[in-house]
């Protein structure tokens, strides 16, 4: 019996089956469904045996319902998300750095051991969600935010900072591998990219926010400073945003409210496409292993990193920049406004432009966002010191690497495999952000204030290479799916057809990852 470079093993007359059973004769596969969701995952394939029967106008009202339900609750928390990584850039402005008397490199010690809580516990925390109800965990975590950034405003020293902001990182490790998490069991592959552009648009809200937030609480003449005020309003919100999580954020397709047990089984089975596999509870360690042998997680952690880099050191930085153009801090902290609008504007423009592309087109797309941003930090480095207004419309011009960053997000979303696999190379990518917002802002040296020449170059060479590497996952994922083929034609001469209606349901809801599953199909 031969056994593939895909590890599914080829013999005559097999035949895949449908539902939670396994496939008969001598095709192994872990394909057990949880069993407390088998039965209604086996009756949606049997209502909807394959596209065909899905009625279009019923899917289109079932998606704008999903749509109100789920992407403002994720979109507002990415907000928060974003404010609250920025509360430390706010602080700065309000004068944190002489009330805590910091010194030499330790502010942007601040900004980069956050990174060093979410570096530790990324990886745990995704087992972690995997055995619980990912709402629920996510809910959880994001009050824990809360409470820590309201400690924060009690810090005296920088020792004292420095311990919660490392709690706050940990804590803060499962947002987005859980939104991600939460795309992929709702919406098809072809939606995930438009699904997580609407919620990750919040994170320009939230710089556009953040600096609305920063000028009133600048104005507050109360008993405290108004870097503790940034930190107790933001810290609140979260809490509370946290409980409206918990109680209107679904755990799964099966016991979704407010879904009837129709739109339940027709939830499920349009998601039967994406062939990842949704909602198994227990760990696989083979799993885990083909996650960490597998060379497109590296470089989903490279992405990762290079996307980092600029976003470690904008997010931090970004307001010293600003008020190095010759603002003061009011002016600095309401022109935080125009950049985050022009980051919303950059991932819709994103979504739109790779929603009218022909498929296969998302790496095109991003490499194409990269060029302002290139473009942008270039100008930044050589335009004349006093260009005050061409320099600050170059920085926003950098911006633009954001629509390429959330686009790409939906290859890893789109093309893993198995849930503890998934759960492994979405903790890997933000493994690799992490390293790189912890490295971003020590590319920003106090004494090269206020044009942070490095900072900015730093910026420069991550898109140059992130570009590069847009065109590495195409040819990746094409190579991926040559082969692929050559497995599937290999099964169909010895008489077994696996990417039939029938061989798409046996493999749709199983545990299988996208190297086991000879019908996954890479998208790029």
């Not at 109100?68 to 404010?83: A, E, N, Q, S």
């Not at 998934?422 to 090269?448: D, L, T």
Request: neutral net charge; aromatic residues 14%; charged residues 15%.
């Amino acid at each position: 019996m031969a056994e593939d470079s895909y590890g599914i093993k080829e013999a005559p007359e097999q035949v895949f089956t449908g539902g939670s059973e396994h496939v008969e004769n001598d095709v192994k596969f872990d394909i057990k469904i949880d069993q407390r969701h088998a039965e209604i995952y086996a009756e949606a394939l049997r209502q909807y045996p394959d596209e065909a029967s899905i009625d279009k106008e019923a899917e289109k009202k079932l998606k704008r319902k999903l749509d109100r339900r789920i992407l403002p609750l994720l979109g507002i928390c990415y907000f928060f998300y974003y404010v609250d990584k920025t509360t430390l850039s706010y602080a700065a402005i309000f004068g944190i750095q002489s009330d805590l008397h910091l010194k030499g490199t330790e502010y942007s010690w601040l900004s980069s051991i956050f990174y060093f809580g979410w570096l530790f516990w990324s990886i745990p925390s995704n087992l972690i969600m995997q055995r619980c109800p990912p709402a629920y965990y996510l809910a959880f975590n994001i009050f824990m935010w809360g409470v820590l950034l309201m400690a924060q405003a009690a810090a005296k020293d920088f020792a004292g900072l420095t311990a919660l902001r490392i709690l706050s990182g940990a804590f803060e490790a499962i947002a987005d591998p859980a939104f991600m998490l939460i795309t992929s069991m709702y919406y098809t592959r072809e939606e995930q990219p438009s699904r997580i552009s609407a919620w990750y648009a919040w994170n320009g809200i939230g710089i556009a926010g953040g600096g609305l937030i920063g000028y009133g609480i600048g104005q507050i003449e109360g008993a405290l400073r108004s870097w503790r005020y940034e930190f107790i309003v933001v810290g609140a919100l979260c809490t509370f945003w946290s409980i409206v999580l918990f109680l209107l954020l679904p755990n799964s397709p099966t016991t979704f409210w407010g879904f009837s047990k129709q739109e339940r089984l027709l939830m499920i089975a349009r998601i039967r496409g994406n062939q990842t596999g949704i909602e198994h509870q227990r760990i696989n360690w083979g799993q885990i292993k083909e996650a960490y042998l597998d060379y497109k997680t590296w470089l989903f952690v490279l992405f990762g990193f290079l996307g980092a880099i600029p976003n470690g050191g904008i997010s931090n930085f970004s307001t010293l920049v600003i008020q190095g153009l010759g603002f003061d801090t009011l002016h600095t902290a309401l022109l935080g406004i125009p950049q985050g609008v022009l980051v919303v504007i950059w991932i819709g423009l994103g979504a739109l432009v790779n929603k009218y592309m022909p498929a296969n087109s998302r790496t095109i797309v991003s490499a194409l966002f990269m060029l302002p941003t290139i473009g942008g930090s270039l100008g930044f480095l050589l335009a004349p010191t006093n260009a005050y207004v061409g320099r600050l419309i170059c920085f926003y011009l950098t911006g633009s690497y954001q629509a390429s960053f959330v686009i790409s997000l939906s290859l890893v979303t789109s093309n893993t495999g198995g849930q503890s696999k998934k759960m492994i190379v979405s903790g890997m990518v933000w493994f690799g952000s992490c390293v790189g917002n912890i490295a971003g802002p020590f590319f920003y040296k106090s004494e090269q204030a206020p044009s942070y020449h490095l900072g900015i170059g730093s910026l420069l060479v991550a898109n140059v290479a992130e570009f590069v590497l847009f065109f590495v996952f195409r040819y990746a994922f094409k190579w991926e799916n040559r082969r692929k083929e050559k497995v599937r034609a290999a099964l169909r001469e010895t008489g077994v057809i696996t990417d039939n209606a029938e061989g798409l349901n046996a493999t749709a809801f199983q545990n299988l990852t996208d190297k086991e599953n000879p019908n996954f199909v890479y998208v790029y």
